[in-house]
């Protein structure tokens, strides 16, 4: 179909709309100019019958004597002005040439009749003489004639403008009925392609509004201005019915997608609280681990100490026993001595040998408690205590030692005199004496290794107190980390039921979205 732009219907339509206004304007220009130039020549031409009564009554007056000539000469030239002005035209007059060939011969008369008559008034102006009455009478008769051929000729012309006003009237009511003709004609074109499409396209797109049928097309017709509104509509529809259907497929799988995070969502909170739990459990056991540290560090100190103590005692112990062993060398300088003095002691023997038994069995005993205070070192962790009870021990058996020392030497001072009888007991004595030095030695020896454990002991303790003091800052450390464990996993629970709550609120979004999409027919 040809292509008819709606703009070029609308400035077809103003340009002819202005083509009528314009000639509807000029015929009323014309009929008003027309009006103004016959009402102009209408009332010059009933000056003229006026000029004529004039022309009669300064004549009359100027046969009697009255100096009018002048007023006369200017009323004849006016007279001959607007006649000649009738016939012919005259611009300063504004008096159009007169086209009537009717008026013509009637002017044409009146102004034969005019010449006559301007002849007789010339004649009575030059002589100024007095009329008589039957020249008044032909003056008079004259007159009449010119005044009845003007009123003849006012009449022509007063018909003539009368038959030109109904012709510019009716060519006026012509152009007003051409006018709204053609005004109709354009409207009903309009109404037929515009308004009624337009109405179409409206009824169309209030049906697509209220019945949200997006599979509905408007008609497009003609491409015009309208067709394209109407395809741009289609086009813009189409759009919205693959937008609403991505919507729709979109909100679907945001609804699917919601469900599985929720679902996802509630598992994660069930791993955060047992995370939690397990994590408070955690805690717990680091809390009573730490406390457990500090117990082994408070005992593994307790430990030091007594062992300190009994390094210190075992050191006592060692110089006790370093004293015994040189009062054993002396004793035995001095039983050598008294080999070769108390060779007369005889007599004595057997109370030195009895003397000497108990030294052994003093010597045996002290053997037995330095074993035992051996053991008792080995087990100095935690009986410490038993160790200064064998440590008494040994200071009471090492005082008996004395006793019976001193008790030999009373004897041996009895028994000077005797020391012949007392020689194989101071030998035998001396024999003992020995033993019992090397079983001292034995003991220093032992109490030597003891020092040496006890030291070792210590040392051991000391790292044991380092390695325990170490575990602790690390269980502290661990223990503190395990609290911003537990705070990052509340802080992370807090957060998944806010995900939960986010995400049950995105569902419903969904649904409602689902809903608001579904209203749309596609």
């Known amino acids: 179909m040809k292509k008819l ?3 070029i219907l609308l400035f077809k339509l ?48 100027i046969s009697v004597g009255v100096p009018l000539e002048h007023n006369l000469k200017r009323t004849i030239e006016e007279f001959e002005a607007n006649l000649n002005g009738l016939l012919s035209g005259d611009e300063g007059l504004g008096l159009p040439r ?15 009749l005019w010449r006559n008559y301007k002849q007789m008034m010339t004649t009575l102006s030059d002589s100024h003489q007095t009329l008589s009455v039957s020249a008044l009478n032909t003056y008079h008769t004259e007159s009449i004639k010119i005044l009845k ?81 109407v395809r741009a509509t289609n086009k813009m529809v189409q759009r919205i019915k693959s937008l609403c259907a991505q919507f729709q497929s979109g909100s679907e799988r945001i609804a699917v997608s919601s469900t599985q995070l929720q679902g996802i969502s509630e598992q994660q909170r069930g791993d955060m609280e047992n ?106 962790g935690e009986h410490g ?14 005082l008996s030692t004395q006793s019976a020392t001193e008790e030999i030497n009373n004897l041996i001072e009895r028994l000077q005199n005797g020391a012949q009888s007392a020689q194989v007991a101071i030998e035998q004595g001396g024999a003992r004496s020995a033993s019992c030095q090397f079983d001292i030695n034995q003991i220093s020896d032992a109490l030597q290794v003891l020092i040496g454990k006890i030291d070792s002991i210590n040392g051991l303790n000391t790292q044991v107190a380092s390695a325990t003091e170490q575990q602790r800052m690390v269980v502290g450390d661990i223990g503190q980390n395990v609290n911003n464990v537990r705070d990052m996993t509340v802080r992370t629970s807090d957060s998944a039921m806010e995900t939960l709550a986010l995400v049950s609120d995105l569902a419903d979004m969904s649904r409602d979205f689902n809903k608001q999409v579904a209203v749309f027919k596609i």
Request: aromatic share 4%; hydrophobic share 45%.
């Open 275 to 380: 995370q939690q739990q397990e994590t408070e459990l955690v805690a717990t056991a680091i809390e009573e681990l730490l406390q457990s540290v500090n117990d082994i560090a408070q005992n593994t100190q307790l430990a030091a100490t007594v062992a300190n103590e009994c390094f210190d005692v075992a050191q006592e112990s060692a110089q006790l026993v370093s004293s015994s062993v040189e009062n054993g060398r002396q004793l035995a300088l001095e039983m050598q001595q008294a080999t070769d003095t108390v060779s007369s002691l005889g007599r004595d023997s057997e109370a030195i040998g009895a003397i000497l038994v108990t030294i052994r069995n003093i010597a045996e005993q002290t053997n037995l408690l330095a074993l035992n205070a051996a053991i008792e070192a080995a087990r100095a």
């Open 14 to 61: 103003l340009f002819l709309f202005l083509l009528v206004s314009s000639l509807n304007f000029l015929s009323l220009w014309i009929w008003i100019e027309s009006s103004e130039e016959e009402g102009r020549v209408i009332n010059l031409a009933g000056k003229q019958r006026m000029l004529t009564q004039k022309m009669m009554k300064e004549s009359l007056l």
């Open 149 to 229: 051929q003007m009123n003849s000729a006012v009449s022509l012309f007063e018909q003539a403008n009368k038959d030109k006003m109904l012709s510019l009237r009716n060519r006026s009511g012509g152009l007003f009925v051409f006018s709204l003709v053609l005004v109709l004609g354009f409207f009903l074109f309009i109404r037929a392609n515009v308004i009624r499409r337009l109405s179409t396209t409206k009824d169309k797109i209030t049906q697509l509004e209220s019945d949200l049928d997006l599979r509905l097309q408007l008609p497009e017709g003609r491409e015009d201005e309208i067709g394209k509104i």
């Open 385 to 398: 205590r038993g160790f200064a009870v064998v440590a008494d021990e040994v200071r009471t058996l090492a």
């Open 98 to 112: 007169t086209d009537s060939e009717t008026i013509r011969q009637e002017l044409v008369q009146v102004e034969n």
């Open 5 to 7: 732009s709606v703009q």
